[in-house]
């Protein structure tokens, strides 16, 4: 099992920056791939950017240019740098793992608690 806790999220004004943590544990060595997902009220949940455990990345156009996605291997953390923040960013923010090499599909095994982004106009 892997547990993963993610920190961070918070109210910010549209055109401020947040940075989000996602700490994992446990059977770290079973995780390949991590991302970022989001879902806002009355909304589907949506991939925010992923990476694989080389490093490669991928954004969902909304955000390219404003998001950065990374992960310290060795700290077992991942993180989203958000810059730029737009009203519609607004969202409970989910970290999520992957046994598999890309975050997208199948549907990541494991999941954070989600923590809530607000981005005021």
């Known amino acids: 099992q892997v547990q993963l806790v993610e920190s961070g999220g918070g109210l910010v004004q549209a055109g401020g920056s947040l940075r989000l943590s996602c700490a994992a544990s446990?059977?770290?060595?079973?995780?390949?791939?991590m991302g970022w997902y989001r879902q806002a009220p009355g909304n589907q949940r949506e991939l925010v950017a992923g990476?694989?455990?080389?490093?490669?990345?991928n954004y969902v156009d909304s955000v390219k240019g404003r998001f950065t996605i990374s992960r310290d291997n060795p700290k077992n953390t991942l993180y989203l740098q958000m810059n730029g923040l737009k009203p519609e960013d607004t969202a409970v923010y989910y970290c999520?793992?992957?046994?598999?090499?890309?975050?997208?599909?199948?549907?990541?095994?494991?999941w954070g608690q989600g923590t809530q982004v607000t981005v005021s106009s």
């Open positions: 446990g059977s770290i060595l079973s995780i390949n791939s």
């Open positions: 990476i694989s455990r080389g490093g490669t990345t």
């Open positions: 999520a793992a992957s046994m598999y090499p890309t975050i997208v599909r199948p549907t990541p095994r494991y």
